[in-house]
């Protein structure tokens, strides 16, 4: 998969809300709009609040969002990836 497509998975996910015709087109707006809601707190868990101290947690959430490259994830050190490691397990 290239790098920009899970970075755009909301789009698609859009997409498909969008274009189900089993719906009527209140339950897709409402489908679209739920989905909005949900991302929007996943990015804002993700980018909202950056300081130093929250490097961490911020980094977890971006990661469990898979919008990290792997040569981007590859560009923190060693110590701070086998400190996520140990989290994610």
Do not use: G, N, Q
Not at 18 to 31: C, G, K, N, Q
Not at 54 to 60: F, G, V
Request: glycine share 0%; net charge positive; charged share 40%.
């Amino acid at each position: 998969m290239p790098a920009s497509r899970p970075r755009l998975r909301v789009l698609l996910e859009i997409t498909t809300a969008v274009t189900d015709t089993a719906r009527s087109p209140h339950e897709r707006y409402l489908a679209v709009y739920d989905l909005m809601k949900r991302r929007d707190r996943e990015m804002a868990a993700a980018f909202d609040d950056m300081r130093r101290s929250r490097a961490l947690e911020r980094i977890l959430a971006i990661r469990r969002l898979r919008l990290f490259t792997e040569e981007e994830y590859a560009r923190f050190t060693d110590a701070m990836r086998d400190e996520i490691a140990k989290i994610e397990r």
